[in-house]
């Protein structure tokens, strides 16, 4: 088949969880299917960076897209009928690239990636709608990276509550109005989506079911998944790399860190769990490990609250050094790939029960252990810092789990399943 696959950001360098998830689509796709993809660079730079990526598939690229200050953002929230995500990537110059692929060019399947680039099928059912000239047009598919309208709700009611009792009612009490307001919108958005495009696809069965909620199919789950070959500390060893060694036990957590939803879990772990934990054991460390720190997570650092390592070539190192590796998520959906990465890795886990949502088959006590209170969370933490040898049983069950059901080899051959459907 001859699939255009449309890309928020370039997938490549796949860094971040929604570029990690498109380059495997990529790269899975890629061997069996002719393959373009029509992605967003946001300058010279990057554009050049994506040259591996002309390997695997046909690359077009767009210059964008432009930034949009903060009074357009809160002009628009409160203006226009449409959510953030569906105005973020607008672009007239894509719009007309895209539009000029499909009527030039035969085109079975295309494929958004993400809510972000979900108005681009809209685009296309319209002029197909409009257009008598056009025969036939291609099949519409979104990869729906999340229930994006849940994701709303959440970070909406866990900030008007933080506004209630913390220092700073205001910054929480402003982002839980718009957290809100995202969330009407988005629920009317994705209802539309569901009615529009061909076929859905979410990463986990939560998903589904609340996207089904709105009205419309969800077509199939296609999981996140992780390459479990180069996620290994077998392959780990042949690159001639290792887990790092640290002169005191260390807390690993790893991430896009301007992301709110990893912002908040920090910011909640160092106010409420590590000061619990640092009474049992003021050894431990918390490392941070990820790319654009917020400002909220810099002052941390400069506190001498956690350690931030900045964007680093390869994470593999940090996530099999960990003695603990902690997922203190609080809001958010979908699976996260992170939690996939250290499972491979056989890193042990600490999670609340939000952190794993979607990941089925997976066990508390057996795969991770689950913790939603700061007390227990702590509590778990520290049963793995005195006992290594359940943190290592933890460890192997996690990477049997993410080999047997997560890997990317067995992922993809659901999504064509969809298509040939």
């Known amino acids: 088949m001859k699939i255009l696959l ?133 099949l519409l598919a979104l990869d729906q990276f999340n229930a994006e309208y849940v994701l709303q709700k959440r970070a909406a009611i866990t900030d008007l509550r933080a506004a209630c009792t913390l220092a700073d009612p205001v910054r929480r009490g402003a982002g839980g109005v718009y957290s809100l307001i995202q969330w009407i919108k988005l629920a009317h958005y994705e209802r539309r989506i569901l009615q529009i495009c061909d076929a859905v696809m979410v990463v986990s069965e939560e998903d589904r079911q609340a996207l089904e909620r709105l009205g419309g199919t969800c077509h199939a789950v296609v999981p996140n998944g992780v390459d479990t070959t180069f996620f290994s500390r077998e392959t780990l060893t042949g690159d001639h790399r290792a887990p790092l060694s640290y002169a005191a036990p260390v807390m690993v957590f790893s991430g896009t860190l301007d992301f709110r939803p990893n912002i908040d879990a920090i910011v909640w772990f160092i106010e409420a769990v590590l000061p619990r934990i640092h009474a049992r054991r003021p050894d431990i460390q918390l490392l941070v490990v990820g790319r654009r720190p917020a400002p909220i997570l810099r002052r941390l650092a400069e506190q001498g609250r956690l350690i931030l390592t900045g964007e680093v070539s390869d994470v593999r190192p940090f996530l099999a050094g960990a003695a603990v590796y902690i997922v203190p998520m609080r809001i958010g959906g979908g699976i996260r790939l992170k939690v996939l990465e250290a499972f491979a890795l056989e890193a042990p886990v600490v999670s609340t029960t939000l952190g794993v949502e979607g990941i089925a088959g997976l066990r508390d006590g057996v795969h991770c252990l689950l913790a939603d209170t700061p007390q227990q969370f702590a509590d778990a933490v520290v049963r793995l810092l005195d006992d290594p040898a359940f943190g290592r049983m933890l460890g192997a069950a996690g990477r049997r789990l993410a080999r047997a059901e997560y890997d990317w080899e067995a992922i993809i051959p659901r999504l064509e399943a969809v298509y040939q459907r």
């Not at 953002?73 to 110059?93: F, H, I, Q, V």
């Open 6 to 138: 449309l890309s928020p950001y370039p997938p490549y360098p796949p860094r971040g969880g929604g570029a990690m998830r498109i380059y495997q689509i990529i790269r899975g796709l890629a061997q069996r299917h002719t393959l373009t993809c029509l992605t967003f660079v946001p300058d010279a730079a990057a554009e050049q960076a994506l040259t591996p990526l002309r390997d695997l598939c046909r690359l077009i690229t767009v210059r964008g897209p432009a930034p949009r200050s903060l009074l357009r953002r809160a002009w628009t929230t409160l203006a226009s009928p449409l959510p953030d995500m569906a105005l973020r990537n607008a672009s007239p110059a894509f719009r007309a690239l895209l539009c000029d692929l499909v009527a030039r060019e035969h085109v079975d399947i295309v494929q958004a990636e993400s809510i972000e680039m979900a108005s681009y099928l809209i685009d296309l059912a319209r002029n197909a709608g409009a257009s008598s000239s056009i025969v036939r047009r291609p």
